[in-house]
């Protein structure tokens, strides 16, 4: 039987392995991340070229080696120059991956995953065990770790989508933006980083004309919440709050959805004031197709798109939604009103299942879904192995 099994292999999951196995003292042969991907952080890699971001939003401490300055060692050996841009020390994304890949190879990483698809999770006497499309696992205890839910795709541009227009989602497994057609008209939705970071990268490639619809004008900040959320300035208080109602509040409050650091802005804007790209705010009245094209009506005005890219993030709800309903339903476990896991400090749900990422947001806060979050998580489960 495994001491651990980390379902999901992506930031959250592979650092947890990493922490588990080599600042923990988990034998090789007791700990496993299960993960459909073909290798580690391949969402991640995946996400991250798509949008064509060239640096990180997060700091240099931020990653997934075992000491805070694992990354910024790496930077003194790497080749380009401007391995990153202030303020906070943000990596190049090309390092950062680079260093990822270092840190999987040099700690044998791959050798602790198991490819596959959890689909249910039976808590059995003194054990878990973790079915999934290849078979089963068993384990003293798992971490679930499967990032967000779903890609967000309005009522709208899933109707296009039935009616084979080019509509894609920036963060599909299937995307891919390097093979996109540049001609006519590329129609971007979303109000964030990842909407002008991709309106951006389309027009590098020779896009003819960009449209970007969002709801808001161009919302600036450095960081998708405020670094108080990283310390106990604002975490004892949201520690101190019992109902879990109130906690979802505070994280909703907290993060800035729809917004991008000022290096990403200033492009945006030089570019938009060269005429190269449109910035619609507005939101998508009616769209329908028209001869294979999407005839969209937005305000009082219509664009006649070649392609749609939504970059409207993820769904609101919990990922692993129907394994999540399965447990609570099964051992009485409890959800909040939003229907995430109510994880206790050390982010169990029940005393052998914990929660990483995105289900362990009302213990962890705001920074949960962030390469931060991982680290808070690490720190806590490394706290319990300390004691136990
Ligand atoms: C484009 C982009 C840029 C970002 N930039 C930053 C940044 O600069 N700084 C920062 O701190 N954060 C950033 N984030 C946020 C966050 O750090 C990343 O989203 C990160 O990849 C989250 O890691 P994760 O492991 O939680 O999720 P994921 O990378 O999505 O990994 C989850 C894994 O779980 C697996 N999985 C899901 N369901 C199952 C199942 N049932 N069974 C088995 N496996 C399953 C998936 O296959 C996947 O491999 C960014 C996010 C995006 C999308």
């Known amino acids: 039987m495994l001491n651990w099994l980390i379902v999901g292999g992506g930031i959250h999951g592979t650092y947890l392995s990493h922490l588990l196995r080599h600042a923990c003292g988990v034998p090789d042969a007791k700990i496993r991340v299960l993960d459909p991907e073909d290798g580690a952080l391949a969402g991640w890699f995946r996400n991250t070229k798509n949008t064509g971001m060239a640096y990180l939003r997060s700091p240099m401490v931020h990653h997934i080696g075992l000491t805070p300055s694992s990354l910024k060692q790496f930077s003194k050996k790497w080749r380009e120059r401007k391995c990153s841009i202030a303020p906070y020390e943000r990596p190049k994304l090309s390092m950062f991956n680079a260093h990822c890949r270092h840190v999987i190879e ?9 490819q ?40 709208w541009a899933a109707g296009l989508q039935q009616q084979g227009v080019m509509v894609n989602h920036l963060f599909a497994p299937d995307f891919c933006s390097d093979c996109l057609p540049v001609h006519g008209l590329t129609v971007v939705v979303g109000a964030g980083i990842s909407a002008a970071q991709f309106a951006l990268k389309a027009l590098e490639r020779g896009a003819e004309r960009v449209v970007v619809i969002s709801k808001k004008a161009p919302q600036v900040h450095q960081f998708d919440a405020d670094p108080g959320w990283l310390g106990p300035k604002y975490m004892n208080r949201f520690n101190r709050e019992r109902d879990f109602g109130l906690r979802r ?7 800035r959805r729809g917004s991008m650091p000022s290096d990403v802005y200033h492009r945006l804007e030089h570019q938009r004031r060269a005429g190269e790209v449109l910035w619609l705010e507005g939101v998508v009245r009616q769209a329908r197709q028209q001869d294979g094209q999407a005839l969209l009506e937005v305000g009082n005005q219509s664009l006649v798109a070649d392609r749609v890219i939504l970059a409207t993030g993820f769904d609101n709800t919990p990922p692993g939604q129907a394994m999540i309903e399965h447990l609570a339903q099964e051992h009485g476990l409890r959800r909040s009103p939003c229907g995430f896991p109510q994880t206790d400090r050390f982010l169990r749900w029940h005393p052998r299942v914990f929660m990483a990422g995105a289900l362990g947001e009302l ?21 319990l192995l300390r004691r136990s």
């Open 106 to 114: 040099r700690h044998r990483l791959e050798d602790l995953r198991e």
């Open 116 to 155: 596959g698809r959890a689909e249910r999770i039976l808590l059995k006497g003194n054990h878990v065990v973790v079915e999934s499309d290849r078979g089963q696992l068993v384990a003293r205890r798992v971490v679930l770790a499967l990032g967000s839910a779903a890609p967000r795709v309005p009522a």
């Open 249 to 255: 509040e505070m994280i909703s409050r907290a993060r």
């Open 363 to 383: 213990s962890l806060g705001p920074v949960a879904r962030n390469i931060a979050g991982a680290r808070r998580a690490g720190n806590v489960l490394s706290y």
